[in-house]
């Protein structure tokens, strides 16, 4: 009896294999990951001032009976190329947006214009070129103050907490230079990786991607290419073929990646890769990665130079005006590490120098750990994330509630 089960039960754990195929998160969508992950997500419409209508998505605990009185509510804003998403990936336990609706706040993830799920406009298709002509600039002066406002009238608190991941927080820091009344908003900041003075690049090949880049950036511009795509589910799957276990080119994949965000091999699951991957990648306008690369050469916190009569429209100057950090006033908290090759140390000494209310400057106690790793390292709550989540709560005052719950 036991000779036939053993080769039966065998058989059917294969079917079963490959029934079940590749990783079914692998491209999911943040409600998928979300909802797999036991937590529910509610997306919301956000229509900027100039038209481009925005996602935000709302996560909660899963309610079992009446839901609990939603706590602070939180903003997380992500960065260049990403989306929401990359706010869930570490999973439960460690994501920092479930971590923070474990902790009681009432969790938004904001999803900048460009991204898969922010790429309508009230009047212009995506497939039309004027869609794609902003920067992070114009994320900054339309679409965080449209979630801001929609949050805090959602809810009916007056200020909310923010957290931003590097472009995130170039977004955040050029709104509250450029439209003070927001600081009021704004009960704490946390920036991790905060972008605004980069230093210095440690990407391969970045000294001839920034000498090149006038000449890269007008190229795309009339062949037609006004957008980095987001990945498909095609995509995906090459990812999973390339970068998957057992792949001959896992490593080389491992490598490259590594190459590109700091050199940290500790602290990213090899395994976790292609869904990593398929996710990094959320779509973007190409003047989004030129505006960086514009303040990297200059080493300005500036807007994006568009010529004399296109910034005269867009800035009332002819020249790109430099965001005033130091009129700042909302109490920001400064998140940074050693091995991160998108933004340099000496970068964030010198954005701390130039604003007024930093309430703490904290290194990640790791020597290896990169751009990418405050949201996908291995560690990545007890190395940062509990250090965020204690000066959070000390910002948790409750007599920013409005009304009462
Ligand atoms: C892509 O994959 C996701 C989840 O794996 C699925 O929900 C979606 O329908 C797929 N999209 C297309 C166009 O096949
Ligand atoms: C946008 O344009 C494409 C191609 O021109 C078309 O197929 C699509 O229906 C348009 N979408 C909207 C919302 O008008
Ligand atoms: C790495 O990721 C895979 C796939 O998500 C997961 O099954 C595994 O437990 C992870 N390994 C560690 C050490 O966390
Ligand atoms: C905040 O709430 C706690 C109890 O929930 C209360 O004891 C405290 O007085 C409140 N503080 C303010 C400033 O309202």
Redesign the pocket.
């Known amino acids: 009896m036991r000779t036939l089960l053993l080769p039966l039960l065998l058989a059917a754990a294969a079917a079963a294999a490959d029934a079940a195929g590749p990783d079914?998160?692998?491209?999911?969508?943040a409600e998928?990951v979300a909802r797999a992950a036991g937590y529910a997500m509610e997306a919301q419409s956000v229509r900027a001032a100039d038209g481009y209508v925005l996602q935000l998505h709302r996560l909660r605990a899963r309610g079992r009976g009446r839901p609990r009185a939603a706590g602070q509510p939180v903003l997380l804003l992500h960065g260049l190329f990403c989306a929401s998403d990359l706010w869930l990936l570490r999973g439960p336990g460690a994501a920092l947006g479930y971590l923070l609706v474990d902790d009681g706040y009432d969790v938004w993830l904001m999803n900048f214009r460009g991204n898969r799920y922010s790429s309508k406009h009230e009047r212009l298709n995506s497939t039309n070129p004027a869609f794609w002509k902003f920067s992070w600039h114009e994320m900054a002066m339309w679409d965080l103050p449209a979630a801001v406002d929609h949050v805090l009238a959602t809810t009916g608190w007056r200020q909310l907490q923010v957290v931003g991941h590097s472009m995130g927080n170039s977004v955040l820091l050029a709104m509250l230079a450029t439209r003070p009344q927001y600081a009021r908003k704004v009960a704490l900041g946390s920036l991790l990786a905060p972008v605004a003075y980069i230093h210095r690049l440690r990407l391969p090949f970045s000294r001839t991607l920034l000498s090149d880049w006038g000449r890269i950036h007008s190229f795309l511009q009339r062949s037609g290419v006004y957008s980095i795509p987001a990945t498909?589910?095609s995509s995906?799957s090459l990812f999973q073929q390339v970068c998957g276990d057992q792949k001959p080119t896992q490593d080389f994949c491992f490598r490259f990646v590594q190459s590109i965000y700091g050199w940290d091999p500790q602290g990213l699951n090899k395994t976790a890769l292609p869904f990593y991957l398929s996710h990094l990648l959320a779509g973007v306008s190409v003047d989004t990665v030129a505006h960086f690369m514009q303040i990297v050469k200059s080493g300005r916190f500036e807007a994006m130079d568009r010529g004399p009569e296109e910034n005269l429209r867009r800035y009332g100057s002819t020249t790109p005006p430099t965001y005033r950090l130091n009129g700042i006033d909302a109490p920001l908290a400064l998140y940074y590490a050693d091995n991160d090759y998108e933004l340099h140390p000496k970068g964030v000494m010198q954005l701390a120098q130039e604003l007024r209310n930093v309430v703490s400057i904290s290194r990640v106690p790791d020597t290896a750990f990169n751009h990418v790793d405050f949201l996908l390292h291995e560690q990545v709550h007890s190395l940062l994330y509990s250090t965020v989540m204690t000066l959070m709560r000390q910002f948790r005052h409750n007599k920013t509630r409005n009304v009462s719950p």
Do not use: F, I, S
């Not at 079914?24 to 969508?29: E, F, V, Y």
């Open positions: 079914p998160l692998l491209c999911a969508t998928e498909t589910n995906c």
